[in-house]
């Protein structure tokens, strides 16, 4: 994430993050990377995510928003049907339908391939989600499908951190 984003980011929150995940894609994906932090604040979580080389759609009226949850799995590891098979479902630890699963986000806005969203929510604390996976999907979340609005395939996920900087 750009230096003076994340500094901007440190001076509203007052504190450094408490959990990160890198981000990167599947081998089908490789160009994808990117940077997810998780801010305590106001007892909840600001999230701050940045991703790049997210695919671009064929047409300015298609590609441009992905699926982004928490996962309940702690590793970004998987097979060969799904590269990412390990991050598990949605973390949903009160049962909930979606969108309501505490794993549930905002989808990434994609332009040019870049992405970058922030924002907050009360549905947990950053130490929450250490040892879980965040993980991009390759459409966008519908917020009513079950189990986790019909999003496709993780095309990239990472691995939540305690930051210990």
Not at 58 to 64: A, I, K, L, R, S
Not at 104 to 113: E, F, N, S
Not at 116 to 129: A, G, H, N
Not at 153 to 161: L, T, Y
Request: with cysteine; proline share 7%; aromatic share 12%.
């Amino acid at each position: 994430m750009r230096k003076n984003l994340i500094s901007a980011l440190y001076s509203i929150c007052e504190a450094e993050p408490e959990a990160y995940a890198l981000v990167y894609g599947s081998e089908e994906y490789y160009e994808i990377q990117g940077s997810v932090y998780f801010f305590p604040l106001w007892g909840g979580t600001l999230v701050a995510a940045e991703v790049t080389g997210l695919p671009e759609g064929e047409n300015y009226c298609d590609g441009h928003f992905f699926g982004f949850h928490i996962h309940e799995g702690g590793k970004c590891s998987g097979n060969e049907d799904d590269p990412f098979a390990d991050a598990g479902e949605h973390y949903n630890p009160h049962g909930c339908d979606h969108p309501n699963h505490v794993g549930d986000m905002p989808p990434l806005q994609a332009d040019r391939g870049y992405a970058l969203l922030i924002f907050f929510t009360d549905r947990f604390i950053p130490q929450e989600v250490v040892g879980r996976t965040v993980v991009i999907h390759d459409m966008p979340d519908d917020f009513k499908t079950q189990p986790s609005g019909d999003s496709g395939s993780k095309i990239a996920c990472g691995e939540i951190m305690e930051n210990n900087m």
